[in-house]
């Protein structure tokens, strides 16, 4: 009999460390009181800890990681504070010359537990695949040598879709990162490039536009968006009663969150059945959102008809629909799917000509073959490639280049590096320090 209790009362003991363990890091990573930010400047690092970067949230990864809180900026314009996660290459050394990516997350959720500080880390938590999935791409800019910093760009509150709010986070997490001794970087003469995908990329849209009057200082030298949700209203146009229907209800969720107005004016007029849904957005990851509101018509939601059409919905939809008429300071590559089932692409080709117009540097693709979710991968080859050459100094092509293509990724170029990107990732999953040079040629 003692024999065969010792070891479950071994097996017991393992559990419940690991478990302890796994509660020290599972805690959402905004849940303590932020300091107060008020009178700090933008960017300002308020405190920093050393993290563990995990595949999966599962298997640890051979990176140099921290986590920091920072000052940034609301969608109202006040003080308030993010967190950003800072990656190096292993082994990496300070490096006045090493460039900078900010990479915004398409998390796309309301709760902190959804948010990249918290999925990036390993704490055995599956509730934002889309987060962990984009390791692949953090880790394939961490192998090119550069630093990378993953704001958690919804802010402490989840303000999705609330652009101002992703821009000034993203920029702010930018000069936090340049600043932050460990990085070793060259404070705002780093060499800088923004990447975003979907959601991510109405953030990266907006730090293009806001950088200007908001952080002039940077040296930001790209930004690659792709699948861009120009305009949100066409988008819940798109998706409402279709399998995506959950995105909007998660967009009113974030929207009301950032707008107290618009929360007002939404509590007034929900239903039991909105307001049950909107309970649950707040609460859980998108994928989540999109089970549970598969079909659904979401102004049923509401007590009146076409409910996002009256003056206050419509006075912040208009706030969030992405600006033609802006000087972006960085040159940009927009990628998009002609055929995409979620964001439409006429609003993009509309946003992109009007910012051509406006005297700006775009690259455009569309590409045919592609829908929203296969080009948030395949796109990467080329955009990340793009964004590659402009850190790595190369200039970019003045004006505009619109082209219509079957794919991006049809190119000898984009194939091989798509490829080497995925197979890179399954070494480095299995152990090998993840940084330049680390793949045989």
């Given amino acids: 009999m003692r024999t065969t209790k010792r070891p479950r009362r071994l097996l017991a003991g393992l559990a419940l460390a690991a478990a302890a363990l796994l509660c020290g890091t599972m805690v959402p990573a905004q849940a303590s009181a932020p300091p107060d930010a008020a009178n700090t400047k933008p960017g300002t690092v308020l405190d920093s800890r050393p993290v563990t970067i995990a595949a999966g949230s599962l298997i ?15 969608a109202l314009g006040k003080a ?8 190096l290459p292993a082994n990496a050394k300070p490096d006045k010359n090493r460039p900078l990516v900010a990479y915004d997350s398409f ?8 948010a990249p500080s918290y999925q990036l880390q390993q704490n055995l938590n599956w509730d934002s695949a889309p987060v962990q999935l984009e390791l692949i791409f953090i880790a394939a800019a961490a192998r090119q040598g550069y630093a990378v910093t993953v704001p958690d760009h919804l802010g402490p509150k ?61 040296n930001i030298v790209g930004i690659s968006a792709g699948g861009v949700p120009a305009d949100i209203k066409k988008v819940k146009e798109k998706t409402n009663k279709t399998p995506f229907a959950g995105i909007p209800v998660n967009g009113i969720a974030g929207l009301t969150n950032a707008y107290p107005e618009l929360k007002r004016y939404v509590d007034e007029h929900l239903t039991d059945k909105g307001k049950n849904a909107l309970d649950k957005a707040r609460k859980q990851c998108l994928q989540y959102s ?19 059409d009256k003056p206050i919905p419509a006075k912040y939809l208009a ?20 055929h995409d089932e979620i964001v439409p692409s006429e609003p993009v080709d509309e946003l992109v000509r009007k910012q051509c117009a406006a005297g700006n ?15 948030g991968a395949t796109g990467f080859a080329e955009g990340f490639r793009w964004l590659s050459d402009r850190l790595d100094g ?8 619109t082209r219509t293509v079957p794919s991006t990724l049809a190119t000898p170029e984009n194939l091989a590096f798509f490829g080497k990107t995925l197979i890179d990732s399954l070494i480095d999953v299995a152990g090998r320090p993840v940084g330049p040079g680390s793949f045989p040629k």
């Fill in 60 to 74: 640890p990864m051979k990176l140099q990681a921290w986590q920091l809180r920072y000052r940034t900026t609301d």
């Fill in 80 to 87: 308030t504070t993010a967190l950003t996660t800072v990656i």
């Fill in 107 to 114: 998390e796309d959720s309301i709760p902190e537990n959804c």
């Fill in 158 to 218: 989840g303000e999705y879709l609330a652009g101002d709010m992703s821009g000034h986070a993203t920029l702010d997490a930018i000069r936090a990162t340049e600043n932050f001794e460990p990085a070793g970087l060259n404070g705002a003469a780093t060499r800088t490039g923004v990447y975003g995908y979907s959601g991510g990329s109405q953030a990266a849209e907006f730090a293009g536009t806001l950088q200007g009057s908001y952080a002039p200082e940077l």
């Fill in 290 to 308: 999109i089970l549970q509101n598969i079909g659904t018509d979401v102004d049923t939601f509401f007590n009146v008809q076409d409910p996002l």
């Fill in 319 to 338: 706030k969030v629909k992405m600006s033609g008429e802006v000087e972006i300071k960085a040159p940009m590559y927009a990628f998009q799917a002609v």
């Fill in 361 to 375: 540097d775009i690259t455009y693709r569309r590409d045919m073959i592609s829908d929203h979710f296969t080009l």
């Fill in 394 to 401: 190369k200039p970019a092509k003045s004006g505009c280049d």
